[in-house]
């Protein structure tokens, strides 16, 4: 299922890549780099610290085609390659409120299915579908790195 949940969104989505590979786009630094914010966004390499350590805290830096630029934090929860991640996030660092991202993959015939869920406390259902559309552009890329 893609769409709204009770506590935020949920997007299933497979790709023709094996799990290690797809775990390997969201894990490493350089391909998430490459995917996180879709293509017309940058998210220079100087600008992240990004290690996939459960109990370590990361921080990204988007470059918008403006110039404007958003800043990201959470910490990973869980590392469970090939399997699963969950980490947190938020485009606003100095709060303290982090949202839940949970990411399992599951090897199918054709590759591999994600289901992500994030949560999105507060957020209206028009707020919720804009994330979704947000996540699907980010996921489009990721799909080109993982092989798909």
Known sequence: MTGITEAGI????????TPEAVFAAWTSPESFARWFGGREVQVPLDGLDYRAVAGRAWSAMMVLPDGNTIDWAGEFLEVDPPSRLVMTLTDRPADTARAVLTIDLTPTAAGTLM??????????????????????????????????
Do not use: H, K, N, Y
């Open 10 to 17: 949920e997007i299933d989505r497979e790709f023709a890549a």
């Open 115 to 148: 289901r992500m869920t994030q949560e999105t406390p507060g957020f209206t259902p028009e707020q919720r579908e804009g994330v979704i559309a947000g996540w699907q552009t980010f996921l489009d890329v990721l799909g080109e790195i993982a092989g798909s």
